[in-house]
């Protein structure tokens, strides 16, 4: 099926990163950004519905930012002076909306990796 999706995993804990913020955005040909939605992850780390569902999706660039740094303070009790890590914005292009596009998050206190996921 079609779409977009992410999850968040918080590798300091070993679990999902549940109640993590996270905006998408598409970017048009000027390279402004245009607000998609906001969303929310849950127990599982997952946001509950596709952010970009099979009618949604159109080839282009997006952006996804994680709001890392708010995540960090609330579930890590981290100061902001301990911070390393604030907004993590991600940009990836989507050119076949036949296919899924998954963009999943890991993360650390002092680190992320990403990757496209199926």
């Not at 780390?45 to 890392?68: C, H, M, T, V």
């Not at 740094?69 to 609330?74: F, V």
């Amino acid at each position: 099926m079609a779409g977009l999706t992410t999850h968040v995993l918080d590798l300091t804990s070993g679990k999902p990163a549940e109640g993590l913020n996270v905006s998408l955005f598409e970017k048009d040909s000027q390279n402004a950004k245009n607000l998609l939605g906001n969303f929310v992850t849950n127990s599982d780390g997952r946001i509950s519905k596709p952010l970009l569902n099979e009618k949604e999706i159109k080839a282009g660039w997006y952006e996804l930012i994680f709001f890392a740094g708010e995540y960090l303070k609330a579930f890590h009790k981290m100061k902001e002076e301990d911070l390393f890590l604030d907004n993590i914005p991600i940009l990836f292009q989507i050119t076949n909306i036949e296919q899924h596009y998954h963009v999943p998050l890991l993360l650390s206190k002092y680190g992320y990796s990403t990757y496209r996921g199926s």
